[in-house]
């Protein structure tokens, strides 16, 4: 069965120090996977995308993933963080046609001075 | 990337009464939805995947007749909540998905129930 594991529920960094968070997947199939952020109250941002192909990916906002299929895993990384940064961040993975995507728990960043 | 609008943004209800949720991809032809529920600082969990034109498929544990699905149109699917009571609030998300490899999500809608 699909599963997203992110192990960690809330992390705290400050401003301009780098960030990963972690994201490790269980799929049966050749995954595709997304990183989303959401603000309180609000939907979700796609931050950014893997299907295929070159496996460190860029997204918006300065942030980084890379797909390690002999960990599965998919980081989302940060060299420098903002403070409006501070948000919920969600993992999912999933496949094509009727397949819906599995969140992670998701993990909150906070940002401090 | 594609548009989906998701509608109302948020709402309140009456214990008792029905809510309508649409979500409409303005730019695309859906030919899947999903329909998720958020509870507060909780990850988002699959209610159900309607195709257009047949019946959805609900997960299990989530009552079909207490949220009904329509998917009528290729661009247009939506969630009533009915009887709703305040177990009920929550923050709906829909997810649309065409051709492409990404589905594409709506903005969300608050649901009050009191």
């Known amino acids: 069965a699909q599963s997203v594991t992110q192990p960690d529920i809330h992390i705290t960094v400050s401003e301009g120090a780098s960030l990963e968070l972690r994201c490790n997947y269980s799929?049966?199939?050749?995954?595709?996977l997304f990183w989303y952020v959401q603000s309180p109250g609000q939907g979700l941002q796609l931050l950014l995308k893997y299907f295929s192909g070159d496996t460190l990916v860029q997204g918006i906002k300065g942030f980084e993933a890379e797909f390690k299929r002999s960990q599965s895993s998919f980081n989302l990384r940060k060299p420098s963080v903002h403070w409006s940064d501070a948000a919920e961040y969600f993992c999912?993975?999933?496949?094509?046609?009727?397949?819906?995507?599995?969140f992670g728990k998701g993990t909150r960043l906070s940002v401090i001075a | 990337g594609a548009v989906v609008s998701q509608h109302p943004s948020w709402v309140i209800c009456k214990s008792g009464t029905s809510v309508k949720i649409e979500c409409r991809s303005l730019d695309f032809q859906a030919t899947t939805m999903f329909w998720y529920r958020q509870f507060p600082k909780q990850s988002l969990m699959l209610m159900a995947t309607s195709n257009e034109g047949s019946k959805a498929t609900y997960e299990q544990g989530v009552e079909k007749d207490k949220f009904l699905i329509n998917h009528a149109s290729l661009t247009l699917s939506t969630l009533t909540v009915t009887s709703a009571h305040p177990e009920d609030s929550s923050f709906y998300i829909c997810?649309?998905?065409?051709?492409?490899?990404?589905?594409?999500f709506g903005q969300g809608t608050r649901l009050t129930v009191v």
């Open positions: 799929y049966g199939a050749t995954p595709y």
């Open positions: 997810s649309a998905r065409g051709d492409e490899r990404e589905a594409f």
């Open positions: 999912a993975v999933g496949g094509s046609g009727n397949t819906p995507l599995v």
